[in-house]
C-alpha cells in the first residue's frame, strides 16, 4: 500500500458508488483521510466502511450541490471534520437523461449544466479558502492543495446519442479547470480535469447505455476492454501526490486509446 498522501486531508463529491467510491478509497490507501460526498444515492455508509478498513477518518455528508448553501455546508462540515482540507475531488455530476436538441426542453439543458459544470463552480469556490494548510514540503516541490475535476470523453466527441447537454457540460468543466489552474497557480493550488471513456461496473452505463451499444463501444476501445473505476481512482491519485505541483490545468484522458485518434 503508498503512503504517498499520508495524513491528508480529502473531500471526494459524488462518493457513494461507482468511480466516486473507487476514488475515496484509493485516497485512503494511499493514507488520505476522507469526507464522502453524497447526493440521493445509497451507498455512502459502504464507502464510507471501506476507507475506514484502511485505517482512516471517514464521515459522510449529505448535500444537494445545485444549491450555493449547500455546497458551503459541506465544504465547512469536511474542513470540521478533517482539521482542514488538502484535496478536492469535484466527481459529482449526472447525464440527467438522453434527448436530441429538437425535443430538449430548456430546463433539462439547464439542469445538465446545473449539476455537473455549477455544481463544479460551487464546490470548487466553497474549498478555494480553505485549501493549502500545509505548504510546500521541505524541498519546495509539494503543492498547497489539489483540485480534481470531472469532465468526460464526451467534452472530446460529444458523446452517444442524446448526450449534446451532457457534453457540453463536461466540456464547459474543461475550460473552467484550464482557467481556475491559472487562477490558483501562483498559491501553489493544482487544478486538473480527469476525461474517463467507456468505464464499467457504473450505474451510469447500467442506467443509460443498453448491452448492444455496450458491446459496440468496446468494441471501438483500442485497449479492447471496459474501463473500470479503479482505472479512474488511480488516475486521480496520481494527479493528488505531493511530488506533482508542477501539473496543472491539465486533461488527463483515460479512454483506453479511444481519443485522440
Not at 126 to 154: C, F, Q
Not at 164 to 170: E, F
Amino acid at each position: 500500500m503508498s503512503s504517498d498522501l499520508l495524513g491528508t486531508r480529502a473531500l471526494v463529491t459524488g462518493a457513494a458508488h461507482g468511480i466516486g467510491a473507487a476514488i475515496a478509497v484509493a485516497l485512503a490507501e494511499a493514507g488520505a483521510d476522507v469526507v464522502v460526498h453524497y447526493g440521493r444515492s445509497a451507498g455512502a455508509a459502504d464507502t464510507v466502511a471501506r476507507v475506514e478498513a484502511c485505517g482512516r477518518k471517514a464521515l459522510a455528508v449529505q448535500a444537494d450541490l445545485t444549491s450555493t448553501e449547500e455546497a458551503g455546508r459541506l465544504v465547512g462540515e469536511a474542513v470540521a471534520f478533517l482539521g482542514g482540507l488538502d484535496v478536492l475531488v469535484c466527481n459529482a455530476g449526472h447525464l440527467v437523461g438522453r434527448s436530441t436538441v429538437a425535443d430538449m426542453s430548456d430546463e433539462q439543458f439547464a439542469a445538465t449544466l446545473d449539476v455537473n459544470l455549477g455544481a463544479t463552480f460551487r464546490t470548487c469556490r466553497a474549498a478555494v479558502p480553505h485549501l493549502g494548510a500545509k505548504g510546500l514540503d521541505a524541498k519546495g516541490l509539494g503543492a498547497k492543495g489539489r483540485i480534481i475535476t470531472m469532465s468526460s470523453l464526451a467534452a472530446h466527441n460529444g458523446g452517444g446519442p442524446g448526450s449534446a447537454a451532457y457534453a457540453a457540460a463536461k466540456a464547459g468543466v474543461i475550460g473552467f479547470t484550464k482557467a481556475l489552474a491559472k487562477e490558483l497557480a501562483p498559491q501553489g493550488i493544482t487544478v486538473n480535469a480527469l476525461a474517463p471513456g467507456f468505464i464499467g461496473q457504473t450505474a451510469f452505463h447500467d442506467t443509460f447505455t443498453s448491452a448492444e451499444a455496450r458491446t459496440a463501444i468496446v468494441g471501438g476501445i483500442p485497449a479492447g476492454r471496459e474501463g473500470t473505476p479503479a482505472d479512474v481512482a488511480a488516475a486521480a491519485v496520481y494527479l493528488a501526490a505531493p511530488g506533482n505541483g508542477f501539473v496543472t490545468g491539465t486533461t488527463l484522458d483515460i479512454d483506453g486509446g479511444v481519443w485522440p485518434r
